[in-house]
Structure formats: C-alpha cells, structure tokens
C-alpha cells in the first residue's frame, strides 16, 4: 500500500460552525483555537462557529481562522492515530503553512502568527489596490496560460492558480480580469469570475511582501520531516532554508496546484487525505490525475470523520 499525501485547504473552504465538534471533544483543539485567538486579536473560534459568513470570509479574519481549523483537523487525527505516515504534505495557497506546521518547518504558534500577519497585509492591499480574480474552464493551460500573458501586456495580470489541467485561475485588476475573461469566451472556454475580496498572488499584492517576508525573518524554518509539495514551484522540498525563501515568493506567485498533486501521483501515492471542510481539493485532484479510478481521497474535517 502507498503512503498517502495530507493535504491542507485554503481560502474558499470555509463554512460557518466548523470545527465546534472537534472543539467541544478534544482539549488539544481548545488550545489551539486559544492560541489563534491569542496571536490573532479575536475570537477566532466564535468567527469560526458562529460567523457569519461576511466576516469569517474577510482576508483577515479567514486566514487565522482557517488555519486554526486545519491545524485541529490534523490534531484531532492524530490523537485518533489511525494516520499512516505521510509520503508528502501539500497545502493549497494559506493552507501551505499549516501543511509547513503539520511538517514541523514551525511550531503551530508560528503559523498562526504568519497567517494572522498575512492575512492583515492582505486585506490593506486589496483595499489599497482593488482587483478581481477569474477560472477559466475547458481551455488547454498553455492556451490559457497564452491568453493571459497577451492580457498582462496590457493590464496587471498573471496565473494565480494552476489548479487542473483544465481549470487555471488569473488574478489582476478588475480591467484586466474582464478583458481575459473575453478572450477566454471567444476560444470557447468557460469562465467564472470568483467572488474574493482581492486579487491574490497577484502584482497587486506587492506592497504586502516585503512587511511579511520581515515576519518570515522572525521565524526560525526548520527541516522538514516529511517532504512538502511547495506552490511556488510544485516540487518536493525538506530544507528550512529552501522553504523560508519560496515563502518569501509564494503572495506574488501562482500556485502550482496540478504538477505538485501530479507529482505525488506518480511517485505512487494514490490515498490524499484532507484536512478540514468541504473536500475542495479531494473534488479537484478528480480533474487531475489520469485514473480517477484508482484514486482515494478522504475528509477529516468533524468528530464523524472517517478516521480509519
């Protein structure tokens, strides 16, 4: 049996009263919803239980707050220790620095406080520099990739993310995201504008990375004990010092979601298990592997999970 891939869900996973059952039933998750509450300034588990929706999904409120829930996914499971050692670990965007925890590239504590820190850079420069973000569906990648880099010739605009190989995300200014989306409908693709509040991994997000890589610094990266499938390239990585430096690079950059899931399947693994609600990227991974047949995904996200 191959051993599975962890995966970590960002931005866009969110519910309202996630996590309330892990909390009532694990004193683990009572502390680590403490210590964001701590780090963050609020009250990260009300956000979470009770919402409402409009403020658990602003940047900067989600991002501490989704990471306390996928950082008690994961406690909760191995509390359960019916886990099978990891092959990889891979967080999608936020998700990756509760993946880089779940690793032991830093403390729990210290993904909080990078999340928190991340989250309110976030939201000053969506504020500061409003932009939208775009799918485009049932397009090749390189002809989407193509279309895009025409439109950035003209607009702010790049690959946000790399999800399938038919489902890539553009981020940019509201003209330019418009502009594409044409485009992608005279080639016949399908596009959906994304309801966010930013134009994330984006240029617009510029002014936020060089305050957080100053937080980045504060923070010690140790080697990781299991390898992790980083965004910024989509290759496996175990080295502290590697990892802080494609940290620095990962708000400005594309998330290189479909060569890190497709690297994990070909080095064998065929079970991904992922941490916390809604299974967005279980759904996902279906659109990206070549035999969905032989694919196994499962959800931790509650006390009736299915931990075995």
Sequence with gaps: MSQPVF???????????MGRDLYDAFASVRDIFTAAADVAGFD?????????????????????????????????????????PPAFMAGHSLGEYAALAAAGVFSFEDALRLTTARG?????????????????????ADTVKALIEETALEHDLCLANFNAPLQLVASGSETGIQVLMEKAREQKGRVSQLKVSGAWHSPLMKGAEEPFNAVIDDITFHTAKVPVLLNVTGEPEQEGKVIKARMKAQMCSGVQWCPAMLHAWEEGSRLFVEFGPKGVLGKMLKTIVPDKTLLETRIIDSVQADWA
């Design 120 to 140: 309110k850079l976030m939201q000053e420069q969506a504020e500061a520099n409003p932009g939208a973000m775009a799918a485009i569906l049932k397009l090749p």
């Design 44 to 84: 990260v588990a009300a956000v979470c239980f009770d919402g409402p929706m409009e403020t658990l999904t602003e940047t900067r409120f989600l991002q501490p707050a989704m990471t306390a829930m996928v950082l008690s996914c994961y406690q909760a499971a191995l509390e359960k220790e019916t886990l099978q």
């Design 7 to 17: 995966l970590f869900p960002g931005q866009g996973s969110q519910v309202v009263g």
